[in-house]
């Protein structure tokens, strides 16, 4: 096999499958060269109809045996079309725990679902905190790939992206609310008191933002202040959201219309003290964005608050 190729661990397809999969996808994947006896064991098929007609040998030929462009593993699995089997907690989502809050609030910041043609439930999520991403995917017990994006513009950062597919999951991330548009509909879930914290936190190192800085500056004695920020393309969400942090002190907030699109949720610098403590004074994990806490804990080391 050639070097970094891995193997299903269960593969039992028709050759013909292998070669219209070929066809389909030759326009957007990386291609393993390898010899027809190592397709025959890929298919479990013989040598000799490995060559037969189901197949076009690759017009290139080397010492004599014939070579093919045999589709990646990933790529076979991200098209539904042959099972690759990860571990992963597919209960995870059935019991609330501060992990699951976490990741839940974060999926309806940053994640997205979909169905492929061939029925298979996925999620994931694409972002560029590569430790965060790594922390999301201990806590779900998976043992998924994280693949690396690299940006055209060098100026750009790297994202990283994770993928699950699991039937369960997909439809345990549903019944919390969660839909396969985000943009056009989702539902705010009905969260225990007791990880109302996490969930808010998962949420804003989504989709949260929060600035510190001088105020004033025009006049003699300027002030620093701080802000923080939900944004959301459904208004009711932040509407219940709003509601929800309410009960925990949290009394001021605006909403705002940002073109027509998108909604941000605007507290102040008393709110902005409370939304911390929500937010961090119950976390004992690494589940967090450490630029965002860091920023809140810069506001109040400068203030005393």
């Known amino acids: ?176 609310g969660m839909t396969i548009i985000k943009t056009k509909s989702i539902e705010f879930p009905k969260i225990p008191q007791k990880y109302f914290g996490d969930f808010v936190r998962g949420y804003f190192d989504g989709d949260g933002n929060v600035w510190v800085g001088e105020i004033h500056k025009e006049r003699k004695t300027t002030h620093i202040s701080i802000q923080s920020v939900f944004t959301c393309s459904i208004k009711h969400f932040l509407i219940t959201l709003k509601e929800e942090l309410a009960k925990y002190n949290l009394k001021g907030g605006s909403l705002v219309t940002r073109g027509g699109r998108h909604f941000n949720l605007q507290y102040s610098i008393n709110d902005s003290i409370m939304l911390y403590h929500l937010m961090y004074d119950q976390c004992t994990s690494d589940l967090f964005l450490e630029r965002k806490k860091k920023k809140f804990e810069k506001y109040i080391k400068q203030t005393g608050s």
Request: hydrophobic share 40%; proline share 5%.
């Open 1 to 176: 096999m050639p070097r970094g190729y891995e193997p299903l661990e269960v593969l039992l397809l028709h050759p013909a499958v292998v070669y219209i999969s070929i066809k389909i996808e030759i326009a957007r994947i990386n291609w393993y060269l390898i010899t027809t006896v190592e397709v025959a064991q890929l298919v479990r098929a013989s040598v000799s109809y490995a060559l037969g007609r189901e197949f076009k040998s690759h017009p290139r030929h080397k010492k004599g045996i014939h070579t093919w462009l045999v589709i990646s593993p990933v790529t076979l699995y991200n098209a539904g079309m042959a099972p690759m089997y990860r571990d992963v907690n597919r209960d995870f989502f059935k019991k609330w725990t501060p992990g699951m809050a976490y990741v839940l609030g974060f999926f309806a910041a940053d994640g997205y679902m979909w169905v492929t043609k061939r029925g298979g439930k996925f999620f994931g999520f694409q972002i560029n905190d590569k430790k965060l991403l790594y922390s999301i995917r201990d806590t779900l017990e998976s043992d998924h790939k994280i693949a690396i994006r690299k940006r055209r513009n060098p100026k750009w950062s790297e994202t990283y992206r994770l993928q699950i597919g699991s039937n369960m999951m997909f439809e345990d991330l549903l019944r919390l």
